[in-house]
């Protein structure tokens, strides 16, 4: 009996979502209506990250200053799927523009497509994107660019020779792919440069300092360090502190403010400085809304900082 | 005679206590009417929610999750887990990437990433048996050697195919009338699993495994077979889920899976199947999925901040299982 009339129930539930397609064929009416409000759409791949903190409190900060404008933020959870997903709400929710930073570049190839077809702009921030062509800007660091400059910076202080070590973002991802390139791109000039242990700590401090710590006791002769950002970096400059160890050179990149504070206590050997996206991003997107075109197309600059040039970019109210 | 009745009871064919029992009607449809609940929240929250488009949007959004938690569902009726089939979700999807960018053609392809995922699941199911470990903590490290396997198989980083097949090209993005094509197919697969588990004999034994294992086996049922051939069909459809989320996104992530992390546990409990096992249906994971898939989306349009919406989908998880626990008897 009741099984039967859980049958009937979700079969009448069937027809009636059968139904709700084919009577809602029709679209929705766009949201913003008024010509003057904008709703920006931007795509974080993750949020878990200080720099995406910091991305969050400089686009609200933006947000005070331009009351016209709304924004719907998602967290792509470190994830493709999800990120695509995400996109796809925005393209349904009829965003005014879409800001995105890729999680996995390849895989965003197919929604953004969709996002022009559908008549909304794409600016990519932070990552370039797999298909140029859906984008209308772009305002990224180039992580190739910043992995090279990482290597030449603990290149040339190790005197072009010496064992390192490197410790990775997550794998797969695809500013690890690039910063790791990059980083092996100089090295690779330097036979005298040794990788004696490549490793996976996923940006995360923390898991960093574990990771590192058996580096550690298993070869007592490192000369260097390079990690793929300042998070991982950091733990490591901690556990040399911890250990008493002063001779061995860590580079990182980012360039957030406690690394800075790092190198000027002489602890950290130096970092590429990562830009923040924002505000720019969010401007150049409300440039592109008002006037249909975009100015700049550029990379923002990779900056190595080291304890000569730290005092000119560090900024104690910086929020990264 | 108790045990004989409850046997009976849970092999489902004959119901000495058919009568109307209100209590036990509500348990039953608790998720469908959560369903129309939150479908009409939705729609009253967000004015884009009943758009053909969305709805499109949430059924592809829906389907790998689908896949994955069929596998599921069949392990949660043995009464145990299977906690790697998001290890074995990256596995599948890195090695069709893999074989792919190799030159294979889609049909050995296929046939060989089902062969491995089932593979991962007949693992389970024999160390589970031989051994009588709980299945949480095998298929727990099962899980770790199979992210292990996919970056192993991918090299270490997402898998770029060049001059892909049209066939995976539009796997994911084809569709009849507003349906998902990958959502009709879906559909296929539970109504063969439902088939499967109601009208055979195998499916019978994999309800009563869950309902009381040591009187499945004084009844002479061979436990370790049943057990194991749901593990193994629980590895299939993590292969089938792979397939479909590379053709959704078109390159080997050695993380794809971890999307799907506890949602594939959550969509079955909230379909109504018991974490104890012997009790539910395939059919009704569907309406979890759907509910799932409607809150992800409906957060997203509402414009959620997103710490509120990991919150959100936490706290769905917590509720779904302590309901699904609390209604045990």
Known sequence: MKRSLGKIVVLVLVIAMLLTFASCAKEAEPTSTTGEDFLI???????????????????????????DVEVMVTDGQLNAAKQIADIEDMITKKVDIILVAAHQSPTLVGVLREAKAAGIPVIAFDRTLTDPSVQVGMVVNDDYAAGASAAQLLVDKLGGKGNIVVLQGPAGNTTVTLRQDGFLSVVNKYPDIKIVDDQVANFQRVQAVDVFENILQANPDIDGIYCHNDEMALGCVKVLKDAGITDIITVGIDGQKDALEAIMA???????????????????????????????????DSIPITKENVEQYYDPDAVF | MKIKNTFMNLIGNNDPASKFNRKKMLTTLSPVIGLVALFILASSLSNVFLTASNLTNVLRQVSVLGFAALGMTIVI???????????????????????????????????????????????????ISYFKIESFVITMGMQVVCFGLSLFIAGGRTVIVDNLAPFMLNLASNKLGMIPVMFIILLGFYTVFYIFTKKTKMGRYIYALGGNEE??????????IVRTTAYI????MAGVAG????????????????????????????GGTKMSGGRGSVLFTIIGILIIGIINNTLNLVGFEYYAQQIIQGLIIIFAVVISSKKRR
């Open chain 2, 215 to 224: 009187v499945s086996y004084v009844s002479g049922v061979n436990v370790t």
């Open chain 2, 243 to 270: 397939i479909f989320t590379f053709s959704r996104s078109l390159c080997g992530d050695p993380a794809a899976g971890s999307a799907l992390g506890m949602y594939v546990v959550a969509a079955v409990v909230i």
């Open chain 1, 41 to 67: 759409g931007i795509s974080q791949p993750f949020m878990g990250h200080p720099i995406r903190q910091a991305g969050t409190v400089l686009i609200n900060a933006w947000l005070e200053e331009h009351p």
């Open chain 1, 266 to 300: 002489g602890d950290y050997y130096g970092t590429i400085r990562k830009v923040v996206e924002f505000p720019a991003a969010l401007d150049m997107a409300l440039e592109y809304l008002k006037t249909g075109k975009t100015t700049s197309m550029n990379y923002l």
């Open chain 2, 77 to 127: 009726i043995t009464g145990n887990i299977d906690l790697s089939i998001i290890g074995n979700v990256s596995m599948s999807t890195t090695l069709v990437a893999v074989l792919l960018q190799n030159g294979w053609d889609v049909v050995p392809m296929i046939l060989v990433v089902l062969l491995a995922s089932s593979t991962i699941g007949l693992l389970n199911g024999l160390i």
């Open chain 2, 233 to 236: 069909l629980s590895g299939l």
